[in-house]
C-alpha cells in the first residue's frame, strides 16, 4: 500500500533569513564527508558548472557561486512582517501608478504627442515618451497579473524549494538522494527536523515530488506563453482597461490552481 506523503504547510511566524555564509556554514556541518547527500550535490555542482560554462557566465562555474545558487533556489523569499509590508506597499503603489499612465497617454494621443509652451511657440513631439509610457503600462499591467491572483494557497516548504529540485531531478541521481539532499539544504535556512519530514519515508513511493515538479515545470512554461501573448496584445493594442486585466488575470489565477492542483 502506498503511504501518503505528509504535506508540511509554510510557518505561520514568518522565518528570519539565514544569510548565505551562515547558510553555508549550517550546511557544512550537516553534510557528512562521503555521504549519498554530499555526492549528489558535487553531481549537481558539476551539471550546473558544465551548463554556466556553456552559455558564456564562468563567473558562476566555482564552487562558492555554485552555493550561491543553490542558496538563492533554496531560500524563502519573505523572511519578516516588515518586509512583507514593503512589497505589499510597492504593489499598491504600482496599481496606484497604472490610471495616471493611462490617463497621460490618451492626453498625449490626443495631441499626437505634441507638448507646446503657454504661448504656443517651439512645441515638440514627444513619441519616444508615449512609446515609454506605453511601455510601463504594459509592464505595471503584468505585474498586476502576478500580484492579484485570487485564491492562492499557502506555500509550504516545497514550495520555497522547487527550483532547486527542479533542477536536481535533470541530474544523474536518484530520487531519494535529491530528496535527502535538498532536505538538509532546508534544515540549513533553519527549517526544522519535523518540516523536514515531507522529503523523508514514503516520498519517493508517492511520486509527489516527480508530479509536483512536472506540475512546476508545465506552469512555468504556460506562464511564459501566457506573458508572450500578453506582450503581443499589448504591443498591438496599447490601451488595456481594467477589466481586461481582471480577465487576464483570471487566465493567470486558473493556470496557477492548475498548478496547485496538481501539486498536492
Known sequence: MRKKLQTVKAPKVIREHVDFETWKANLAGLLKHGSAELRAFQQWMTNHSEYFAQIGRPELTNANALLEVAFECTQPEISSKEELRRYEFAAKKVRELLPDIDTTIGALRSTRSYLIPKDGMGGRRFDSLRRSLEKAAGQIRWA????????????????????????IFMCDV???????????????????????????????????????????????????KTQEAFLALQRKRPSRNSEEVQTLSKKFAELMEDYDSKSK
Open 144 to 167: 498586476l497579473i502576478i500580484t492579484d491572483r485570487p485564491n492562492v494557497r499557502s506555500a509550504d516548504i516545497v514550495d520555497y524549494c522547487i527550483t532547486f529540485l527542479a533542477s
Open 174 to 224: 536518484t530520487e531519494r538522494d535529491a530528496l535527502a539532499l535538498t532536505s538538509l539544504l532546508m534544515k540549513a535556512h533553519g527549517f526544522s527536523d519535523e518540516e523536514g519530514t515531507v522529503f523523508g519515508t514514503g516520498a519517493v513511493e508517492s511520486g509527489r515530488f516527480r508530479k509536483r515538479v512536472n506540475a512546476y515545470k508545465k506552469a512555468n512554461s504556460d506562464i511564459k
